[in-house]
Each structure stands twice: as structure tokens, then as C-alpha cells.
């Protein structure tokens, strides 16, 4: 299962992905993950989740950020939920097609590895096209 927060920046995406962390810890029986460009998240969050700054990792592609997940589920077979905040400062996004085609992968890896995926995107829902749409 894959979920989509998609709102402009300061709609209060941020606050919505920290309640649904600290939520998740409670209520998954397995390891839960945030993974976020910096660690803003180090305070607000329960200290059971396992943060993972990405600023200490290049980045450059989704195809790099798919090898990133592929490890996280390779080191911790009890990861039962991850949650990318601000998906477009991880990866800079040349286009939509690039950002639609990682999600169904994602949901296609999610239904393999039985791990759900929350995402945020920092960017209007009104100019999110159908294949993202769909995750919401």
C-alpha cells in the first residue's frame, strides 16, 4: 500500500506525517522507518522509529532511491512501514512521469515485501496528475 500527502509547502504536510509516525509505532507489530533530507524530524518523533537522514547519502535518481528501499528491506525483514517525507528533496524530479513511474513501482515493491509506504510531495494537489492521484 502506498499513500500520497501532496500539498504546498507549509500546508502542514510535515505535521501530518509526524502524527502518522508517532501513530504507527503504536499500532504496527514490526520496525517503523522515516527517512527525511534532514533531521527535523529527530524531535518529533518517537525515538522506537528509526530515522534516516538522507543528507549523508547522494541521491541523484530514483533508480539510486529504489537501491536505498531494496537495502532497507534487505537489512530488516521486519520493516512493517516507511515514511519518505518531502519526496522532491530527496530526489530532484525532472518530471511528473519520472515521479508517477516511481510510485507504482513502489506499490508494486509494497505489495512484494508487504511493507506500506507513506509519501509526502511538497507541490499543489491540484497539479498532480492521475497516476499520482490515485495514491491518495
Given at each position: 500500500m502506498v499513500k500520497v500527502i501532496m500539498g504546498p509547502k507549509g500546508?502542514?504536510?510535515?505535521k501530518q506525517?509526524?502524527?502518522l509516525i508517532n501513530t504507527a509505532v503504536e499500532t504496527e507489530h514490526g520496525n517503523v522507518v522515516a527517512i527525511a533530507h534532514d533531521s527535523k524530524l529527530t524531535f518529533d518523533i518517537n525515538y522506537k522509529i528509526r530515522l534516516v537522514e538522507?543528507?549523508?547519502?547522494v541521491i541523484p535518481n530514483y533508480d539510486t532511491l529504489k537501491g536505498f528501499?531494496?537495502?532497507l528491506y534487505a537489512?530488516?525483514?521486519?520493516?512493517?512501514?516507511v515514511f519518505i517525507d518531502s519526496l522532491n528533496k530527496l530526489v530532484s524530479t525532472e518530471n511528473k512521469a519520472d515521479v508517477e513511474a516511481f510510485l507504482d513501482w513502489l506499490e508494486a515493491?509494497?505489495?512484494k515485501c508487504g511493507i506500506k509506504y507513506t509519501v509526502s510531495i511538497s507541490?499543489?494537489?491540484s497539479s498532480a496528475s492521475e497516476g499520482v492521484r490515485k495514491y491518495f
Open positions: 500546508a502542514g504536510k510535515t506525517m509526524i502524527d538522507t543528507s549523508d547519502y528501499l531494496y537495502g537489512s530488516n525483514y521486519d520493516i512493517t512501514h515493491f509494497s505489495q507541490e499543489d494537489e
